[in-house]
């Protein structure tokens, strides 16, 4: 696996990436990614059987220093979580999904770079892992 065993990567071979770096703005083991085309995103994919309990996905996402890109996350194809990444605020963006709705169910997760002006949209992820409200599981 190029950066987390539990996610696939479908990326485009685009400048670079997809590319696992050590180290960028801080954090340790980052993905670099960026969309194939103005309308094709990358993605990283998984199965997750979320337990009765529920739980939430975290992970982190940064920008490019000249570029900003959309975080769309589906879950089983529904856009569940759309928003822009930047360089304003943080330098990481700290997102969760709450994924309760989907409590005890197997669901397919995906989490896309998407272009959003087509301008150094590579997008940086780090520190992906699920939240069960009671352990949280690196992964």
Known sequence: SLWNPDWKVNAPDFEGTPRKLTEYAGRRNVLMTHPKDRSTP??????LTVPKSGGSLNVSVAAHEQGDWELRVTVNGRLVRKELVDRSGPRWKAVTVDLKEFAGSTVRLRLENAANGWSNEF?????????????????
Do not use: C, K, V
């Open 42 to 47: 990358s993605a990283l994919e998984r199965m």
């Open 123 to 139: 997008g940086y992820w780090s520190d992906i892992s699920f939240d069960t409200g009671t352990q949280r599981a690196a992964r």
